[in-house]
């Protein structure tokens, strides 16, 4: 059974600060790596997603690596702004009915 | 576009009761699930479908049925509500490609059952 896991748990920038998300994977032989983003009392929006056959995808500010041989995803956040402030997600799995989440990383970037 | 629509958006229930989530897409995404999300599990998997007619079992689909007859709408039943059963329920649908589609989420029914 594919295991996500997320570090840091939570974390805690100023303004302006570059950050760094990770998430590891147990099993390789991944369908896709997701990054989302949700916000108190709604529900997840997707930020990323890299195809099992890419190594990174681009939006913005942000940009996701996947690494399959490592078994590693980063989700990297440029000149991050309050309005970043959320906790971020990632899923991975080896088919739509298998898919597994993290537990999530609680970003809070203060002004 | 109204995406992944999910009622009631709160809802309280008495342990034995039945009930009836209900999950509607306008983007004939040809994919959709429930997710039960609670503190300290994460989101997992309840059950899945891969189009109209089709539903599978996920990680965690005992006391809860679907069934799939249109493309747009996707119920989740629970039969006899048991307090275990109090968490955060997201509806969630994809292209048919599922692969190098997102998912796209709604935004959650919250249940407690008493």
């Known amino acids: 059974k594919q295991e996500v896991t997320q570090i840091p748990a939570a974390l805690s920038v100023p303004e302006g600060e570059n950050l760094v998300l990770n998430c590891s994977f147990t099993?390789?032989?991944?369908?896709?790596l997701q990054w989302f983003r949700q916000d108190p009392g709604k529900g997840l929006t997707s930020l990323l997603l890299?195809?099992?056959?890419?190594r990174e995808q681009t939006s913005g500010r942000l940009n996701a690596s996947l690494d399959k041989s490592s078994g590693r995803s980063t989700l990297y956040i440029a000149a991050s702004q309050p309005g970043d402030s959320a906790t971020y997600l990632c899923?991975?799995?080896?088919?739509?009915?298998?898919?597994?989440f993290g537990q999530g990383t609680i970003l809070t970037v203060h002004p | 576009n109204a995406g992944v629509t999910q009622t009631p958006k709160f809802q309280v229930l008495k342990t034995g009761q039945s009930m009836t989530l209900q999950c509607a897409q306008d983007?004939?995404?040809?994919?959709m699930s429930w997710y039960r999300q609670d503190p300290g599990m994460g989101l997992r998997l309840i059950h899945y479908?891969?189009?109209?007619?089709?539903?599978d079992q996920g990680e965690v689909p005992n006391g809860y049925n679907v069934s799939r007859s249109t493309t747009e709408d996707f119920p989740l039943r629970l039969l006899s509500a048991a307090p275990s059963q109090t968490s955060v329920y997201f509806c969630?649908?994809?292209?048919?490609?599922?692969?190098?589609?997102?998912?796209?989420f709604g935004n959650g029914t919250r249940l407690t059952v008493t």
């Open positions: 983007m004939n995404h040809e994919y």
């Open positions: 479908s891969v189009g109209a007619g089709i539903t």
């Open positions: 969630a649908s994809s292209g048919r490609t599922g692969r190098d589609s997102p998912l796209h």
């Open positions: 899923s991975g799995g080896t088919s739509y009915g298998k898919l597994t």
């Open positions: 099993d390789s032989a991944i369908y896709n």
């Open positions: 890299i195809q099992s056959s890419q």
